[in-house]
């Protein structure tokens, strides 16, 4: 079982849709976690942490829910530009980071 | 934020010979740092962790003798792919780690003809 899984995707949306992307990660130890934007051919980018109580940034909003150990990641009115992957990212004890598959989003005008 | 430049960008190269790339911390200084490869539409593999001034730890299923590691300062770790096949063609991509946010260099695409 791979330590951090992500939706398959790829999610085809039309501009202004709402999108969800799920992450869930094996590792209970697992200490922070994060969303990474990567762009085709580029490094990832930080989106956004994290946090149990919930984090929001715009149009982004992002859960953790540890018991289930579980993360969300919640896209609202989709630009073209944020057509992107989107990466879950847990920092695992002993200073690792994994990374999920990532999921694809492609917003449609 | 922090950065972390990586060369070259890009290269390509004979089946056999042997391809450094390099990772450099450019306003901190990185004890460790972490090589990743990504083939294409696949997710960020960690390779190995860099260490300063040891030897660096692989993932399971990562020949250390064909990639090698040497982080011999505070703001510099290499990787080598010795003997490169057209099979290691893929991104590799270094990171190090602020508190608790990964910084990325910008990518090596290496092509093995």
């Known amino acids: 079982r791979k330590e951090v899984e992500q939706d398959p995707g790829p999610f085809n949306v039309p501009e202004g849709a709402t999108v969800a992307f799920n992450c869930t990660y094996s590792?209970?130890?697992?200490?922070?976690f994060f969303w990474y934007r990567q762009d085709c051919r580029k490094e990832p980018k930080l989106l956004m942490s994290?946090?149990?109580s919930g984090n929001e940034d715009g149009r982004f909003t992002a859960q953790l829910n540890r018991a289930s150990q579980y993360i969300s990641l919640l896209i609202r009115d989709s630009k073209l530009s944020d057509s992107a992957t989107y990466l879950c990212v847990a920092n695992t004890g002993g200073f690792k980071t994994i990374f999920g598959a990532g999921t694809r989003l492609f917003v449609k005008a | 934020g922090a950065v972390v430049s990586q060369h070259p960008s890009w290269v390509i190269c004979k089946s056999g010979t042997s391809v450094k790339i390099e990772c450099r911390s450019l306003d901190f200084q990185a004890t460790t740092m972490f090589w990743y490869r990504q083939f294409p539409k696949q997710s960020l593999m960690l390779m190995a962790t860099?260490?300063?001034?040891?030897?660096?730890?692989?993932e399971q299923g990562v020949e250390k003798d064909k990639f090698l590691i040497n982080h011999a300062s505070l703001t510099l770790s290499t990787l080598t792919v010795t003997s490169a096949h057209p099979e290691d063609s893929s991104f590799y991509i270094c990171?190090?780690?602020?508190?608790?946010?990964?910084?990325f260099g910008q990518g090596t695409r290496l092509t093995v003809v």
């Open positions: 990171s190090a780690r602020v508190a608790t946010e990964a910084f």
């Open positions: 994290v946090y149990s």
């Open positions: 590792n209970s130890a697992s200490q922070s």
């Open positions: 860099s260490n300063e001034g040891s030897k660096a730890t692989y």
